[in-house]
T-cell receptor
Framework: DVKVTQSSRYLVKRTGEKVFLECVQDMDHENMFWYRQDPGLGLRLIYFSYDVKMKEKGDIPEGYSVSREKKERFSLILESASTNQTSMYLC??????????????FGEGSWLTVV | SQQGEEDPQALSIQEGENATMNCSYKTSINNLQWYRQNSGRGLVHLILIRSNEREKHSGRLRVTLDTSKKSSSLLITASRAADTASYFCATDVAGGYNKLIFGAGTRLAVHP
């Protein structure tokens, strides 16, 4: 079974802190994604990556950056956390560089609260 | 911007009844996928329907796609309490990188 592991399930951070959310997948997937999920808004794509060191902005990249130094790992970085970044963050991965129609596998989510 | 919008936002039914959820989208798609999310957990893929398909079945799930109306529906037959979850449609719009755009979801409650 594909496993997407998010390192932290629950985090509480202070405004202005730098926050790292880590995600690891074990199926050699080329594509990796970071979404945030807020009530009534569904999932919104922050960034995605289709290869090591490659990244593309999603719909809401402001206030976030990402890092993909190894194929299996995709990190989401909040340079200076703000209260409006309180949310659930979901990492996902899928097979197939340049392909569509593949199943996307999600991690269990990271609940971030910024106080 | 949200591509998919589910309807209804919430649905409450009794065990054994069928549940129908609808999804509308705005732009052309490569395929449309349905996902399920149990409370506080990650999403799990249910079924994918390609733009050249009109209907697909998987167990108790039936998905239809009408590209002329830019809409899809998910039917769960003979529902069970364990089907209680949120259901999301996601459209694969372009780019070839599995970049999915999700709707806000339908919360389904199945009562014993």
């Amino acid at each position: 079974d594909v496993k997407v592991t998010q390192s932290s399930r629950y985090l509480v951070k202070r405004t202005g802190e730098k926050v790292f959310l880590e995600c690891v997948q074990d199926m050699d997937h080329e594509n990796m994604f970071w979404y945030r999920q807020d009530p009534g808004l569904g999932l919104r794509l922050i960034y995605f990556s289709y290869d090591v060191k490659m990244k593309e902005k999603g719909d809401i990249p402001e206030g976030y950056s990402v890092s993909r130094e190894k194929k299996e790992r995709f990190s989401l970085i909040l340079e200076s956390a703000s209260t409006n970044q309180t949310s659930m963050y979901l990492c996902a991965s899928s097979l197939g560089q340049g392909a569509s129609g593949n199943t996307i596998y999600f991690g269990e989510g990271s609940w971030l609260t910024v106080v | 911007s949200q591509q998919g919008e589910e309807d209804p936002q919430a649905l409450s039914i009794q065990e054994g009844e069928n549940a129908t959820m609808n999804c509308s989208y705005k732009t052309s798609i490569n395929n449309l996928q349905w996902y399920r999310q149990n409370s506080g957990r990650g999403l799990v893929h249910l079924i994918l329907i390609r733009s050249n398909e009109r209907e697909k079945h998987s167990g108790r799930l039936r998905v239809t796609l009408d590209t002329s109306k830019k809409s899809s529906s998910l039917l769960i037959t003979a529902s069970r309490a364990a089907d209680t979850a949120s259901y999301f449609c996601a459209t694969d719009v372009a780019g070839g990188y599995n970049k999915l755009i999700f709707g806000a979801g339908t919360r389904l409650a199945v009562h014993p």
